[in-house]
């Protein structure tokens, strides 16, 4: 049980386009969903949090234009990466705090965007 | 400021035993997780300590001592699937989580 389905799994675009990331709890509700990237060899770098039915809360450095969350329903939420360039090429990876298992949280299995 | 450290490479062999130690210093604290994080893969859960003390789960422990500020993960009998990195994260006050860079994990036979 658990479980966050995130797609694509891989992408690669052109620069200056968009590229729409889909991350959805299968079975339960995820109320809060929080966005994560990561380079190679590095942690991963909180670059959002998305509350269903309200605006998302974004970290310090992160461009909102850029960087678009919608979190439509419980169990849906997108980032869009707006106007792509090739330094916003990254593991992008969403996570949703599990209830009732000990406050873990689960991750989605990464969306590796490469922006040529 | 918030700050995670653990060592960012650790070498071992297959059968053994190896800990990987983290320290925090975070705005509140809500607990401490540990995650297995395959390469080119999303983190996978592996346990959360919230009082001070030893965890078990099989092969993997987890102990905290929040008054060190400390905590490490022990794996036991290496297996050569063991070999990735192991994320710590420490939850603050907001209920944020803190993540530490990663330790590489490599197992040899």
């Known amino acids: 049980g658990a479980v966050v389905s995130q797609h694509p799994s891989w992408v690669i675009c052109k620069s200056g386009t968009s590229v729409k990331i889909e991350c959805r709890s299968l079975?339960?509700?995820?109320?809060?969903m929080f966005w994560y990237r990561q380079f190679p060899k590095q942690s991963l770098m909180l670059m959002a949090t998305s509350n269903e039915g309200s605006k998302a809360t974004y970290e310090q450095g992160v461009e909102k234009d850029k960087f678009l969350i919608n979190h439509a329903s419980l169990t849906l939420s997108t980032l869009t990466v707006t106007s792509a360039h090739p330094e916003d090429s990254s593991f992008y990876i969403c996570?949703?705090?599990?209830?009732?298992?000990?406050?873990?949280?689960?991750f989605g299995s990464g969306t590796r965007l490469t922006v040529v | 400021g918030q700050n995670i450290d653990q060592p960012t490479e650790m070498t071992a062999t297959e059968g053994a035993i190896v800990q990987i130690n983290c320290t925090y210093q975070t705005s509140g604290f809500n607990g401490l997780f540990w995650y297995q994080q395959h390469a080119g893969e999303a983190p996978t859960f592996l346990s959360y300590n919230v009082l001070d003390g030893l965890e078990e789960k099989g092969r993997f422990s987890s102990f905290l001592s929040r008054s060190k500020g400390y905590s490490y993960l022990l794996l036991k009998e290496l297996q050569m699937k063991d070999s990735a990195s192991y994320l710590c994260?420490?939850?603050?006050?907001?209920?944020?989580?803190?993540w530490g860079a990663g330790t590489k994990l490599i197992i040899k036979p």
């Open positions: 996570s949703a705090r599990v209830p009732g298992l000990d406050l873990g949280y689960t």
């Open positions: 079975d339960f509700q995820a109320t809060t």
């Open positions: 994260a420490a939850m603050d006050s907001n209920y944020q989580l803190i």
